[in-house]
């Protein structure tokens, strides 16, 4: 109800917390915006023959670096968003070891580690042993399942997101129907957070969250969804919260 | 004549009987059935009933003049009772907006505090969701820790006042603080010396929790 906090004076936080000043009350001192403004991704980032730059590929690449490698990216909602936006974000943050798994695309995700040079340190699974996450814990690990099964998620990518700090999930573009709701995704990466749907399901709430629509919270659990990069009409409607409560009544029966 | 075999007879219905003595029997003779021992304050009440209720128990031939006099200057107990402890009710505030609830182990009372963690609307249907930190019993404190939120605060301070609970001033400065959170703006400033963001998180459990649990900032 009412707490304070002290967190690290970093351009990242300063760049998070402007994000949510756009949507919460919220009075920031003015030098963090000097502060967001540093540190963060330029042009000269992006190689022309790996990652072409445009806004979209620095606004993303911005948020899962702002993020520390542990965020969830769908491709429905920015569909510019390829597997190349995120192996660049990791190239950037010059990881030791890099750990991808995936059902069907190892040879893929393999040729992209080779050409954003990553191919010695990545290794490419179907699933995880203990013993490989014993010792490749303190890597980046990349998710890239095609899922359909909730008990998955819980059972699978949570014991993955405990085990590695550095937990990149990236759900291909599938029909928004099929697709994994975002607030499942936050909960199995952000288990001791409040559940995503708090502002929906808990009866009184801070008066302006009834008009805020549910994913303007998806920012709080790292999920990619940045409206502002959002042109397209039909997937700017798939954002809404009936669209979220359908996915999950599928999930939730499934 | 055992106390506790006296105290079987008396039916709780008894119209001489108020509601907090019908429910004293009521538990009394359960502990009694389990063959448990009377503690000594249950003891005393228990005699303070059996004078009140003398001549009423010797008409209805549940006991005689001689069974009572001997009771209640010599009584006598199927088991020893055992000393009574008093504990005293107390709230205190943990920090992290979580209150600690001391008192002796009471069903009702505990009943109570874990409805403080229950508010859902029917937006998501079934089964319901546990959208947040729900009261909880500390096993090595003995205390209940119940964390505040928007929905359970005029709860909260309703139960400290109902069951009497004692509480100092960092208590009732927070829940003044909470009560006056309602609906307004977080502030954030900046400490330059210690190269730190401070936060002062009002009525908004989701950046509370971002902070703490995302950004690894602290609570103070």
Known sequence: MNQDFGLALTPANARRLLRFQQTFAMVVPEALLDLAMQDSVTEDDFDPFICEYTVTAREITQFLLDCKLRAIIQQNYHPSCSEVYVMNAVRLAKPQQLTIVTNSRQGFWMNLARWCSLDKITEVHTSLSNEVIDRRRSGVLIYNVALYDKGLLHKV??????????????????????????????????????????????????NDWCNIPLHKFAAFYNVCLLPELISEPLIAKMLSDQMLLRQLRRYRLS | MYVEELLLKIPEWLSELDDWHKGFIRSISQQIAADKPLSTRQATVILKLIRQLHDLLIKQGWATEADLASMLHTPQYRHLPYESFSLPKECRYLGNNLLAFRFKAHTPLQEKIKELGTTTTSWFGEPPLTPHLKPRFDWLYKVWIVPVYRFNLQAIIDLIKDEHFNVDGTVSHYLALANRSFNQSSLFSIDETMGVILANVCDHPILAAWITEIAEGIPL
């Open chain 1, 157 to 206: 990518v949570q014991h993955y997101a405990i085990e590695f700090a550095q937990c990149l999930v990236f759900e291909n573009s599938r029909d928004f129907d099929m697709l994994i709701p975002w607030s499942l995704w936050a909960e199995a990466l952000s288990p001791t957070m409040p559940n995503p749907l708090y502002a929906r399901v808990v009866n009184n709430v801070a």
